[in-house]
Nanobody, 111 residues
Framework: QVQLVESGGGLVQAGGSLRLSCAASGRAITGNTIWYRQAPGKVREFVATITWSRGQTYYADSVKGRFTISRDNGNNTVYLQMGNLKPEDTAIYYC?????WGQGTQVTVSS
């Protein structure tokens, strides 16, 4: 069993930055880790992913150039550095590994 715990969310003004963390316990992260987000009244959408084998990263067009996904294998943690935040980035952010999901962390960007 794997547990994923997200943290780092909060309230920030537009243009600000946050760094989200996704800490895994139960086993080492050996698969692709994906960040999703879900805004109120909207479906959950892909944000970014990092592959296990080569650490390749992919981003949704809406966050490309502003967000950076990275990992720390020693700490079994994946990060999402978010910059130049916009009000439309407001959502609950979730990390996903295989069939496991975290509980989410709220990000609110004020205009």
């Amino acid at each position: 069993q794997v547990q994923l715990v997200e943290s780092g969310g909060g309230l920030v003004q537009a243009g600000g930055s946050l760094r989200l963390s996704c800490a895994a316990s139960g086993r080492a992260i050996t698969g692709n880790t994906i960040w999703y987000r879900q805004a109120p009244g909207k479906v959950r959408e892909f944000v970014a992913t990092i592959t296990w084998s080569r650490g390749q990263t992919y981003y949704a067009d809406s966050v490309k150039g502003r967000f950076t996904i990275s990992r720390d294998n020693g700490n079994n943690t994946v990060y999402l550095q978010m910059g130049n935040l916009k009000p439309e980035d407001t959502a609950i952010y979730y990390c996903n590994l295989d069939q496991f999901w975290g509980q989410g962390t709220q990000v609110t960007v004020s205009s």
